[in-house]
């Protein structure tokens, strides 16, 4: 037995060795144009090999046992290939999906990274600014410089304002952080969408007054209740309607309307600010995105984070925040999931 085996041994090597090698390079090829034919070729090179071998060691002779050896292969074969094919498919379609998801991830970390950069720049030159007169106006008061008491009660309100300002600025990057923080922790209670509007449209009402713009709320005691954080979504419904109001012409109205779609709340803004760039639409919500009439120091509080910390806030309670182009302007439309129709509780049983 033994004898036979050191008999055969060379001779199967001889007539499998080619076939393996040219089974290898084969593979070696396939493996940068196709996962499925490498892990064909990866199945088949085995039984071609075995298959070389066996027919070597027979000695290119008809034999039962040869006969045997070819079925055993054809059926190993039969099993092994397709299966082979399907893993490769299936490993074909994962190695595309991880580079898709990877390059998308990639685009999002780019995203995020020139945001911020824009960010911080825009950020730096808005506090420098009001930072450098205050530091000349207090100047000028500590070297005496301005003496009379209306010039210096002048000077104050000026100072008064400013620290305003940057004080708004300040609370927006702290929303903002809070608005996107992972570990946010919302406390839902049943709000009506109708009472939080009307709050908002009340304390933005002599802003808009004195811009010379009207405010529309159409219906508010119809619009539907959603379980949502008080506090948070007054912010988002209030930062909507503070952007309608500062990008509307005088003589314009902004309107809001709300309703229930598909068991989902939507709220709606629309303003007469004349529409957005379509190249802009997709970044309106970008942190630290301005658009091409950047936003100066001087045109109001806050950072220019309002829009980001509305979509923020809708995310978290499971909503959404888009912007379309229509009519006169622009529409925003919030959406927030579990809307019903029947009243909600008061504020105070709510908080309770």
Known sequence: MLGELARAAPLALVFALPVAVVGGLLLHRMRRRSITAAMTTLALVPLAAALGGVVGVSGLMYTPQLVGTIAVCVVVGLVTVPTAWWLGSRFARDALWQREASAAELETVRRAETARRELVAWMSHDLRSPLAGIRGMTDALAEGVVREPAE????????????????????DLFQLSRATSAGLSLRLVPVALGELVSDAVATDAPAAEAAGVRIDAEDPDAWPVVPGSDAELTRAIRNLLTNAIRHTPAGERVVLSGGVREGRAWLRVQDGCGGIPEEDLDRVFDVGFRGSTARTPGEGPGAGLGLAIARAIAEAHGGSLEVRNHGPGCLFELQLPGARAEPAPSRAAAQA
């Open 152 to 171: 210096v009660a002048d000077y104050l309100a000026r100072i008064r304002r400013e620290s305003d300002r940057m004080a708004c600025m300040v609370e």
